[in-house]
């Protein structure tokens, strides 16, 4: 139990497109979910935080306006990086919070944003 | 605030060796704490967890035991194998700051040969 997906795996766009990255939680409903970005050989930084229904909670210095989170249902929030730019090339990781706990998150395996 | 300290890598281990990385954290109360794996080009897994002072988590022959003395979290497995080869973090969470933010380490790289 307490899978999540992430879709696409590897992404791979032009400069100035918008690029929309998919975390599903599979089993269980998520009424919070996060999403991270992660630098080569670097440790995780927390980008947003999701609840379903409501506006997302961004981290100090992260342009809310190029990263938009939607988190329309209990299995399903969305990033959509917007006029994406090389510099947004990164890991990204969404992970997902079980409605009954509150502090274990499940990770999804990850998508490779590349912008050329 | 709070905060996570890993030793610095990469630990390179031959096969059937000790592991030991080293995690201390800050914070304040009692937070919940964590060892995550992540194998290359992958998000990260769970390894194990412990949720009050002197709990011991354990998983796939890694252990962990929650010292509030020494705010510490230290990750031992007694015999590595080369598919233990990975980046391990340590995070925390909560109960300063809230329950939605986790707080990781900046990762240790292990390598394993054979």
């Known amino acids: 139990g307490a899978v999540v997906s992430q879709h696409p795996s590897r992404v791979i766009c032009k400069s100035g497109t918008s690029v929309k990255i998919e975390c599903r939680s599979l089993?269980?409903?998520?009424?919070?979910m996060f999403w991270y970005r992660q630098f080569p050989k670097q440790s995780l930084m927390l980008m947003a935080t999701?609840?379903?229904?409501?506006?997302?909670?961004?981290e100090q210095g992260v342009e809310k306006d190029k990263f938009l989170i939607n988190h329309a249902s209990l299995t399903l929030s969305t990033l959509t990086v917007t006029s994406a730019h090389p510099e947004d090339s990164s890991f990204y990781i969404c992970s997902a919070r079980d409605a009954l706990g509150y502090n274990e998150q499940f990770f999804g395996p990850g998508t490779r944003l590349t912008v050329l | 605030g709070n905060s996570v300290t890993q030793m610095e890598g990469p630990v390179t281990l031959s096969e059937e060796a000790f592991l030991t990385i080293n995690c201390t954290y800050t914070a304040t109360g009692y937070p919940s704490l964590f060892w995550y794996v992540q194998y290359p080009g992958e998000g990260l897994q769970l390894l194990l967890k412990?949720?009050?002072?002197?709990d011991k988590g354990s998983n796939k022959g890694f252990e962990a035991t929650y010292r509030k003395e020494t705010t510490s979290f230290h990750l031992e497995k007694g015999s590595v194998q080369v598919s233990d080869s990975a980046v391990y973090f340590c995070a925390l969470i909560g109960p300063s700051g809230g329950y939605n933010k986790l707080i990781f380490g900046a990762g240790t790289r292990l390598a394993v040969h054979p």
């Open positions: 089993d269980f409903q998520a009424t919070t």
């Open positions: 999701s609840n379903e229904g409501s506006k997302a909670t961004y």
């Open positions: 412990a949720t009050k002072a002197d």
